[in-house]
């Protein structure tokens, strides 16, 4: 796949992880990303929304892990092979928060500058505008870009007391 794919080297702008998500191509500030794991089971949490598929111990940290597919209104799949969690750090009222994200597939890393980003048209979608921080095109492809602070803030999780760190 031609792009504007680095590896390691730094340019100008800024580096994006894309994932797939129902056939669509997602992007988040690759400065956010904490790890990119394989699926495994998780701990179901009770009384929790569907999307919310459970909690994982990552080195001590218990982190919430929700899957992006169902929290957008996508139809939902088995995962698979390609069935990754992306790791994440969030933050909400001035506390990081790590938050796993379960994606179809983890797609490429690219340099969008700042310039290349537009604001996302105001459209009756099943995603939240304030979720979508603009949308870049690099090569043809579009790319929705997340802004992880408001899809992962608590409210928008009721993950109040789901977050905490052993101490």
Avoid: C
Avoid at 7 to 16: A, I, K, P, R
Avoid at 61 to 84: C, K, M, N, Q, S
Avoid at 108 to 136: K, N, V, W
Avoid at 152 to 166: C, G, I, N
């Amino acid at each position: 796949m031609a792009s504007e794919h680095t590896s390691g080297e730094l340019l100008s702008g800024e580096q994006y992880l894309s994932f797939m998500l129902d056939e669509e191509e997602y992007g988040v500030d690759i400065l956010r990303v904490q790890e990119v794991r394989g699926w495994t089971p998780v701990t179901r949490l009770p009384a929790s929304p569907s999307y919310i598929k459970g909690v994982l111990n990552l080195r001590g940290a218990i982190v919430p892990v929700v899957d992006l597919r169902e929290r957008f209104g996508f139809p939902t799949l088995p995962y698979g092979p390609t069935t990754v969690v992306v790791v994440v750090r969030a933050m909400q009222e001035d506390q990081e928060r790590v938050i796993g994200l379960v994606v179809d597939a983890v797609a490429e890393t690219y340099h969008i500058s700042a310039d290349q980003i537009r604001p996302a048209p105001r459209l009756d979608t099943a995603i939240r505008p304030d979720f979508i921080a603009g949308l870049a095109t690099v090569n043809e492809r579009m790319i929705v870009m997340l802004d992880l602070d408001h899809l992962l803030s608590a409210d928008e999780l009721a993950l109040d007391d789901v977050t905490t760190e052993d101490e």
